[in-house]
């Protein structure tokens, strides 16, 4: 994918192409969540979107070394409307560098798990259409060296969606992201075979 082919759901604070890359800065305070526990609504975040094939995958890969701030986040979202989305990447928690998903239809559903020994690594977040009717989505991550884990597979009824790379800064104004890859790819076969890796 072109880095000019998508769309802003909002402005970055900055953005620039440096060579074949893509490096965003993201406004203090952005973010994507909705109610739970919490009781606030954010949907605010920077996500560089285009439309998401229902036969399709969609894959964006980072640098995760700059995820040093609580709650700072980089990866993928997929994106249907303000109650229905999901964000999935690294986001720091607890000063510990975790691989986690929010999924939101109506409200937000936030799971996570440690991985501190992927920090200052390239990390690429894959989503893929999947289920039977269609009707789910599978959600895996990697480094260069570690190979695909799968982290969550969650429903994703909608047929028309969007998709890209995603930066939030909750807390602090000053994240710069580097992203080195997006592409769109097709579907994964099977949910317990891995995705070619190119």
């Known amino acids: 994918m072109e880095w000019t082919a998508g769309r802003w759901t909002r402005e970055p604070a900055a953005v620039r192409v440096e060579g074949d890359d893509l490096v965003v800065v993201a406004s203090e305070g952005s ?5 739970t526990h919490y009781g606030f609504i954010h949907d ?6 285009v439309d998401w094939p229902t036969d399709a995958a969609v894959e964006a890969t980072f640098d ?15 994106h ?5 989305w999901i964000k999935a990447g690294l986001e720091v928690s607890d000063g510990v560098l975790h691989l986690g998903a929010v999924v939101t239809n109506g409200v937000s559903d936030w799971s996570l798990a440690p991985v501190p020994e992927w920090g200052g690594e390239v ?8 289920g039977v ?13 570690s190979g695909w884990r799968t982290l969550r597979v969650a429903p994703f ?16 104004a000053d994240l710069e992201v580097r992203f080195t890859r997006w592409v769109l790819s097709p579907a994964d076969a099977d ?5 070619p890796i190119d």
């Open 123 to 130: 990390v690429t977040i894959r989503a893929s259409r999947a």
């Open 133 to 145: 009717a269609g009707d789910a989505v599978v959600l895996r991550a990697r480094t260069e060296t």
């Open 157 to 172: 009824t909608a047929g028309k969606a969007s998709a890209g790379p995603l930066v939030c800064a909750p807390m602090r």
């Open 44 to 49: 605010d975040g920077h996500g560089l979107l």
């Open 191 to 195: 949910l317990h075979e891995d995705p």
């Open 80 to 84: 249907v409307g303000p109650e229905q």
């Open 64 to 78: 995760a070394s700059s995820l040093t701030g609580l709650y700072d986040q980089a990866g993928l979202l997929l």
């Open 31 to 35: 973010d994507y969540w909705r109610t």
